[in-house]
Structures are given as structure tokens and as C-alpha cells.
């Protein structure tokens, strides 16, 4: 009798991790190719920007690894907060229940879902080196030859004035420009990145999730790339420096430089001196229209309105506090977030009528 046992014990336990494999292989195939337009669409910037660079002779100067060094752990630090958070719970449950819980989390579903999330982040890491590289040969190549008329229609939609002297000048304090920096230099960056990682490490069941990664490198390639590429100008911030007119916006960026530690104007002085020296750096390059910044938190507000409308609320009263900051801050034209999120409501559009939401329907082989 031991001696059966002990022959198929060994038997199941191969079985069983053969079986695995074949549903994490299943799982996998069912995931790649749900995923699927978000790959064709980054592959497809990447080679195109490749060619770009090597055209104008700046293919040196991509930078990848900096942002494996700072945005590839950030984007992956997001799952396994989720996953210590789970097993955390369920080692204060009892024996069964603790069990259950660690099967759940490594069966082969899940095991799946987060191989396909790090793909997707690996690739978007990639494409946000080849973003800041095509970025930052805008200036340097073509100059910043825009700024003097996007800042003269600013100046006539909002009847006469720089809209600086309008939202900024009547109400501007330290402690207003402390609370605009730390939500628009960081929590910003937490929030966008952050629904990346959700979504990219999010089991994949409908397309929904995949239309947002999608719309997410669109709005990056066709706002930040394309039309920052044929309308480059340098912003409030630089806008002496690139025109000679330093009087224009001379009062503004003294009242901000009131503030000794603004992180706004510590940022904007790194990115003019990298610019300066043609030297990439982890976030270089500067490009004022249309506004990234405004464009992705509509493109959030768009899916919002999706999943719950009051949800959709917030994400629109967020999406107006950051025009109102980038324009606070000196860093845009009140005109680059206007055009960038009419844009993204195009690309919002096309994007939901190509990409019909549905259910994929899926077994196990």
C-alpha cells in the first residue's frame, strides 16, 4: 500500500504542475492577445521615433535606463503592494481561509494577469524614454517659434489679459502656490502612473481596460509628440529666454520665486540648463503646447464618467484645477490645455467607436 502511494504521489503532483502550466499558458495567450492593440500601437511609436531620431542625427541621445532606474520600479512597486496587502490579510485569518487566500493569489490566473502587466509596463517604460528623447529635439533642433502668438491668443480669449493676471495675480499666497506645487509636481504623477499600473495589472476582461492603455499612449504620441512637434513653444516660464520680452511675464515668475522652495521654479531652471547644454536627463525637455498635463487628466476624466458619473464629476473638477495650476505655475499658455483636451476628446471618440466594449469569452484548453 505505501509502496502504490508512494508511486503516485509523485504521478498527481506532476499532473498537477503540468496543468498549471498549461492554464498559465492559456491564461497568458488569452491576455497577449486582448492586449494586443496596446503592443501594436507602442511598437509602432517606437519604431516610428526610432526613424525620426536617426534622421536628425539625435539617436544618442535616448536615455532609456533612466527611466528603468525611476519609472519602471515605481510602475511595478504598485501590484505588490497589492499582493503583501493580500497575503497580510490572509495570514491574520484562520489555517483554511490563509490557504485559500495564497492559492488564490498564485494560481495562474493571476500569475498570468501580472506577467502581461509587466510587459506592458516594460514597454511603456521604453516608450517614455523615446518620449522625452523626440521631446527634447524639439527646441533644440527647431527652435521655439510659437510662443509669441499662442500667447497673444490667450491674451485675446481672455479680453486683453495674459489670463496669468486673472486667475493668478488676485488671489496668488505661498501657502495657494505650496498646495498647486505638490499636487501638480507630485500627486499628479502618483495618480497618472498609479491608474497606469492599476489598469496594466488589472485582470483584462474587457476591452474597456485595454482602450484606456491605448487612448493613454495615443494622447502621449499624437498631444506630446506630433502637435508639440509642429507648434513648439517654451511657456510662460521661458518666454523672455526664447523671445527677449522678459517684461511680459516678468512679474508672474517673481511672485513665484517669492517662495524660496518652489519646487515649480527648481524644475523649470533643470529643465532650461539641460536644454541649454543638450544634455538628456530623466524628465528633460520642454514643450508648452498642447499641455500634457491638462490632456491625460481628461483623458481620465472621459473614463470616469464611464464607471460612475459622480466619479466623472470629481475627475472634471481635478481635470480644471490642473489648467488653472499650469497656467498658475507659468508653466503653459491657458490655450495648451484648452486645444489638448479638445484632442483627446477626438481621440476619446474614434477610439470608443473602434474599440467596442464587450466581454471576451474565454475557457480553459
Not at 7 to 31: D, E
Amino acid at each position: 500500500m505505501s509502496t502504490a502511494q508512494n508511486t503516485i504521489g509523485p504521478v498527481l503532483s506532476t499532473r498537477r504542475h503540468n496543468r498549471y502550466l498549461a492554464n498559465l499558458m492559456s491564461y497568458l495567450k488569452h491576455g497577449a492577445f486582448i492586449v494586443a492593440p496596446f503592443y501594436v500601437v507602442l511598437i509602432a511609436y517606437i519604431f516610428l521615433t526610432s526613424c525620426y531620431l536617426i534622421y536628425v542625427d539625435r539617436i544618442s541621445i535616448v536615455r532609456i535606463d533612466l527611466y528603468f532606474q525611476n519609472l519602471f520600479p515605481l510602475l511595478v512597486t504598485f501590484p505588490f503592494v497589492f499582493l503583501i496587502g493580500g497575503i497580510a490579510g490572509a495570514m491574520r485569518r484562520g489555517k483554511r481561509r490563509r490557504s485559500y487566500a495564497v492559492k488564490t493569489l498564485f494560481n495562474s490566473r493571476y500569475v498570468a494577469n501580472f506577467l502581461i502587466g509587466t510587459s506592458v509596463v516594460f514597454l511603456l517604460t521604453v516608450f517614455m524614454g523615446m518620449f522625452t528623447a523626440v521631446k527634447f529635439t524639439f527646441g533644440d533642433i527647431h527652435g521655439f517659434k510659437h510662443d509669441i502668438w499662442q500667447a497673444d491668443l490667450d491674451k485675446l480669449l481672455f479680453f486683453g489679459h495674459d489670463p496669468w493676471q486673472i486667475l493668478f495675480a488676485p488671489i496668488h499666497s505661498i501657502s495657494l502656490q505650496q498646495i498647486v506645487e505638490i499636487n501638480y509636481n507630485m500627486f499628479w504623477h502618483l495618480q497618472v502612473f498609479g491608474i497606469i499600473a492599476f489598469v496594466a495589472f488589472s485582470d483584462f476582461k474587457t476591452e474597456r481596460r485595454v482602450r484606456y492603455l491605448v487612448c493613454t499612449l495615443l494622447v502621449w504620441a499624437i498631444v506630446g509628440s506630433v502637435l508639440a512637434g509642429l507648434f513648439i513653444s517654451a511657456g510662460p516660464a521661458y518666454y523672455g529666454l526664447v523671445t527677449g520680452d522678459t517684461l511680459r511675464f516678468g512679474e508672474q515668475l517673481a511672485m513665484l520665486a517669492e517662495y524660496k522652495e518652489s519646487t515649480a521654479v527648481v524644475y523649470q531652471s533643470y529643465l532650461w540648463d539641460s536644454y541649454s547644454s543638450t544634455v538628456t536627463s530623466f524628465g528633460t525637455g520642454i514643450s508648452a503646447f498642447p499641455s500634457i498635463h491638462v490632456s491625460i487628466v481628461v483623458l481620465n476624466m472621459f473614463f470616469a464618467f464611464e464607471i460612475n458619473k459622480k466619479l466623472g464629476i470629481v475627475a472634471l473638477l481635478y481635470a480644471l484645477f490642473i489648467l488653472y495650476s499650469s497656467v498658475y505655475l507659468a508653466w503653459h499658455y491657458a490655450i495648451d490645455g484648452i486645444f489638448g483636451g479638445m484632442v483627446v476628446a477626438v481621440i476619446y471618440y474614434v477610439a470608443r467607436r473602434v474599440m467596442v466594449d464587450k466581454i471576451i469569452p474565454f475557457k480553459l484548453s
